[in-house]
């Protein structure tokens, strides 16, 4: 396992490169300990990573209804802004997946073997979403969201 130090360090970066103001990293770490769990499909934060997804999804429909959309296009544009075509885009884009890690390594430093997963469905910045909104609240996490979707997405709300 990394060092509680080195975790602390890459974490904090991290922050930094999404311009998170965190009340408590560890949230951030959990999101980014990605463990292999024997006998289950699944990583250890795929939980978060569902509840990430589950606050990325109201924000954008509340910001596109407050935007004055109907639920046709509400839908249509939401759907753009959250498929997994563009979670992976953001995620390349900046780079955040590389700061996952294991109990051996960080992503950007692990050899072949020991890959951590990382494919067309990126968990990460879903987990993120998820670290976020559990250390700032939904406030929060609304602004963080719409302002790094407006920077990093290349798609227009």
């Known amino acids: 396992m990394p060092s509680q130090e080195r975790i602390q360090t890459k974490m904090q970066e991290l922050a930094r490169l999404l311009g998170y103001d965190y009340s408590d990293i560890q949230h951030l770490s959990n999101a980014m300990y990605c463990k292999k769990e024997e006998g289950r499909n699944d990583y250890t934060n795929d939980a ?6 589950t ?25 753009r802004l959250e498929q997994n075509t563009t979670l992976k885009r953001i995620s390349d884009k900046t780079g955040l997946w590389q700061y996952a890690y294991n109990d051996r390594y960080f992503a950007d430093e692990a050899p072949g073997d020991a890959k951590l997963p990382y494919g067309n469905h990126d ?30 997405a290349g798609i227009s709300f």
């Open 55 to 79: 606050v990325l999804k109201l924000i954008l429909a509340e910001y596109l209804y407050d935007q004055g959309y109907d639920k046709d296009e509400i839908s249509a544009r939401k759907l």
């Open 123 to 152: 968990i990460y910045l879903e987990a993120i979403i998820a670290a976020i909104y559990r250390d700032r609240g939904l406030a929060y996490a609304r602004q963080w969201v719409l302002r790094f979707w407006r920077e990093h």
């Open 48 to 53: 978060m990573a569902t509840l990430g997804d």
